[in-house]
C-alpha cells in the first residue's frame, strides 16, 4: 500500500510559477514509477508528465513539454512537478499517481496507475 499526497497547488497570474510535490509513505518508493495528471471541470483526467522509478526516463504531454519539469528523489520519497510559463489552460486539480514497476504499462493511460493521491488545485489568472 502507498499513501500520496500533494501539496504546492495554489493561485498563480498567468506566465507564473508554481512547484507540486507529492510525498509518499512506504520504503518502497524506488520500485514506483510515477505520474502526474490532471483534471479541468468538465473535462476527464488527462496525463502530464510520468517519471520512471530511476528518474532516467520521463516524458511529458505535449502541451506541456518545454514548461514542466517532472523529477523524484527517492532519499525523500518524494516526486516534484515543476510548473513554468503557466497559462489560465494549465487550471486543473492535479493528481499524483504511484505504479509499481513492471511491464505492460502505458504510461499516458490512467488505468495503469495503481494509487493516486487527494490531487491539488492549481488556479492561472490571466
Known amino acids: 500500500q502507498v499513501q500520496l499526497v500533494e501539496s504546492g497547488g495554489g493561485l498563480v497570474q498567468a506566465g507564473g510559477s508554481l512547484r507540486l510535490s507529492c510525498a509518499a509513505s512506504?520504503?518502497?518508493?524506488?520500485?514506483?514509477?510515477m505520474g502526474w495528471f490532471r483534471q479541468a471541470p468538465g473535462k476527464e483526467r488527462e496525463f502530464v508528465a510520468t517519471?520512471?522509478?530511476?528518474?532516467?526516463?520521463?516524458d511529458y504531454a505535449d502541451s506541456v513539454k518545454g514548461r514542466f519539469t517532472i523529477s523524484r528523489d527517492n532519499a525523500k520519497n518524494t516526486v516534484y512537478l515543476q510548473m513554468n510559463s503557466l497559462k489560465p489552460e494549465d487550471t486543473a486539480v492535479y493528481y499524483c499517481?504511484?505504479?509499481?514497476?513492471?511491464?505492460?504499462?502505458?504510461?499516458?493511460?490512467?488505468?495503469?496507475?495503481?494509487?493516486w493521491g487527494q490531487g491539488t488545485q492549481v488556479t492561472v489568472s490571466s
Open positions: 499517481g504511484a505504479r509499481f514497476t513492471r511491464a505492460g504499462w502505458d504510461n499516458r493511460n490512467e488505468r495503469g496507475i495503481d494509487y
Open positions: 512506504g520504503r518502497t518508493f524506488s520500485r514506483y514509477a
Open positions: 517519471i520512471d522509478w530511476s528518474g532516467g526516463t520521463t
